[in-house]
Nanobody, 125 residues
Framework: QVHLVESGGGLVQPGGSLRLSCAAS????????IGWFRQAPGKEREGVSC????????YYADSVKGRFTISRENAKNTVYLQMNSLKAEDTAVYYC??????????????????WGQGTQVTVSS
């Protein structure tokens, strides 16, 4: 059974860093395109970043470019989202979902779930 679990969230001060993990079970994650999404209270879910399963190319929302980095560690069957220089507006529940490699990342912002439990990121002083 395909299953993704997000972890690594927490409370951090503005300017701080967190690394989120998206761990896969039941399938080999490196054969899939993975997207990170977030949903802040009262706002729609938005695409944050994506890493292609075919060529490893990466995509970022304008709001996180230069601050967030997506990567994968195949040996651990995990995709990471390194988040630096965090801002209050990054506060949200973060989710990861997968699509077969042929999807690519060009339209990842339009992906619909299924959504897991996510991991809460709170940026506050």
């Amino acid at each position: 059974q395909v299953h993704l679990v997000e972890s690594g969230g927490g409370l951090v001060q503005p300017g701080g860093s967190l690394r989120l993990s998206c761990a896969a079970s039941g399938f080999t994650l490196d054969r899939y395109t993975i997207g990170w999404f977030r949903q802040a209270p009262g706002k729609e879910r938005e695409g944050v970043s994506c890493i292609s399963g075919s060529d490893g190319s990466t995509y970022y929302a304008d709001s996180v470019k230069g601050r967030f980095t997506i990567s994968r560690e195949n040996a651990k069957n995990t995709v990471y989202l390194q988040m630096n220089s965090l801002k209050a507006e990054d506060t949200a529940v973060y989710y990861c979902i997968e699509r077969p490699t042929y999807y690519g990342c060009s339209n990842y912002v339009r992906w619909e779930g299924p959504w897991g439990q996510g991991t809460q990121v709170t940026v506050s002083s």
